[in-house]
């Protein structure tokens, strides 16, 4: 039977393959597995509906960007006010 690998080891070949340009020969190579190997952990990872997607990532990382750009034109505009109270004040 063949070496047992990690589910991190496993994981880490999946996102090389898909995401690296490499051809899966190459990155199978590459991570010392067999092509079938690299293949079947792909169909398996693919197949894994509790798995995040790219896409909810980006979701995810898009809302948090809204929230911080909103805090960020909050901020501005209390600084402005402040700006035009405290330059209306003689010392």
């Given at each position: 039977?063949?070496?047992?690998?990690?589910?991190?080891?496993?994981?880490?070949?999946?996102?090389?393959?898909?995401?690296?340009?490499?051809?899966?020969?190459?990155?199978?190579?590459?991570?010392?597995?067999?092509?079938?190997?690299?293949?079947?952990?792909?169909?398996?990872?693919?197949?894994?509906?509790?798995?995040?997607?790219?896409?909810?990532?980006?979701?995810?990382e898009?809302?948090?960007?809204?929230?911080?750009?909103?805090?960020?034109?909050?901020?501005?505009?209390?600084?402005?006010?402040?700006?035009?109270?405290?330059?209306?004040?003689?010392?």
């Open positions: 039977m063949g070496t047992k690998h990690t589910a991190e080891f496993r994981q880490e070949a999946v996102r090389v393959a898909l995401t690296s340009g490499l051809t899966r020969k190459q990155v199978a190579s590459d991570f010392g597995i067999g092509f079938s190997t690299l293949s079947k952990w792909i169909q398996q990872d693919q197949k894994n509906p509790e798995k995040p997607t790219a896409h909810s990532d980006l979701e995810r898009n809302a948090d960007l809204r929230k911080e750009n909103r805090l960020l034109r909050e901020e501005r505009e209390v600084l402005k006010k402040a700006t035009i109270f405290f330059a209306g004040q003689k010392p």
